[in-house]
Structure formats: C-alpha cells, structure tokens
C-alpha cells in the first residue's frame, strides 16, 4: 500500500487482491486469489508475487489470515475501501479525528452518539 499525504491508498495489485477477497463469500487462499487474477490477464502473475502482496496487506492490517495447514486462509479485515482508509485515519489520527467527525455542524445527533461510543470502546 502507498501512501498519499496521510490516507492510505492501494496499489494496483493490492486493489485487486481486495477486490477477489471482497468477492469472495468465504476465506480464501493465495491460490484462490491468484487462479481469479489469472483468469483475466494475458500474462499470468507468479504465485510468489500474490503470495507476498497477500502477506504485505495482512500485516498493514486490510486482510485477515488463519493458518490453515502450512498454509493462510485470508478474509478482508474491513468491508470496503473506504472502511480501509478510514480505519487508517484513525489509527494515524486517533481520538482527534473522532473528536473532529464529531464536532462537525452537519452530523446527525445518532452518529455523534455512535462516535462517542467507539471512542471509549476503543482501547
């Protein structure tokens, strides 16, 4: 993943490694994912280079993985881009970007409540 200024943003591979893992209805694999991407290029990535992007987004925290075997199972760790970028503010910007969505004019009394809460749910 890159970085642009202080949101998290994708590469072009990583996005569609979410892509096949938000698709997919249950954990897959690196296999899975690369049999996916395969399928709709020309020239075929290497199960190496899937293997490592897979790696790289569960260790930035966008996938899930459970060993399974010698091998991972992965799930996505949030449900969208969005959610991603959003999670990445916050863990950057903490309890300021709570406090700043909160504090907006324009949010409705139930969100700012939902605000307050998962600021002191979180840890």
Same mark, same amino acid.
């Given at each position: 993943?890159? &970085?642009?200024?202080?949101? #998290?943003? #994708?590469?072009? %591979?990583?996005?569609? =490694?979410?892509?096949?893992?938000?698709?997919?209805?249950?954990?897959?694999?690196?296999?899975?994912?690369?049999?996916?991407?395969?399928?709709?290029?020309?020239?075929?990535?290497?199960?190496?280079?899937?293997?490592?992007?897979?790696?790289?987004?569960?260790?930035?925290?966008? %996938?899930? &993985?459970?060993?399974?075997?010698?091998? *991972?199972?992965?799930?996505?760790?949030?449900?969208?881009?969005?959610? %991603?970028?959003? &999670?990445?503010? #916050?863990?950057?910007?903490?309890?300021?970007? =709570?406090?700043? *969505?909160?504090?907006?004019?324009?949010?409705?009394?139930? %969100?700012?409540?939902?605000?307050?809460?998962? #600021?002191?749910?979180?840890?």
């Amino acid at each position: 993943m890159s &970085r642009k200024g202080d949101v #998290l943003a #994708l590469g072009p %591979l990583e996005s569609e =490694i979410m892509r096949v893992c938000w698709d997919a209805d249950t954990p897959v694999t690196v296999r899975d994912v690369l049999g996916t991407l395969n399928a709709a290029r020309s020239r075929p990535l290497a199960y190496t280079t899937v293997m490592t992007s897979m790696g790289r987004l569960a260790d930035k925290g966008a %996938l899930d &993985r459970t060993r399974v075997g010698r091998g *991972f199972m992965y799930t996505p760790a949030v449900a969208d881009e969005a959610a %991603l970028a959003v &999670r990445e503010v #916050l863990r950057t910007h903490g309890n300021a970007a =709570i406090t700043h *969505f909160a504090a907006e004019a324009s949010v409705d009394p139930g %969100l700012r409540d939902r605000l307050r809460r998962l #600021l002191e749910d979180s840890p």
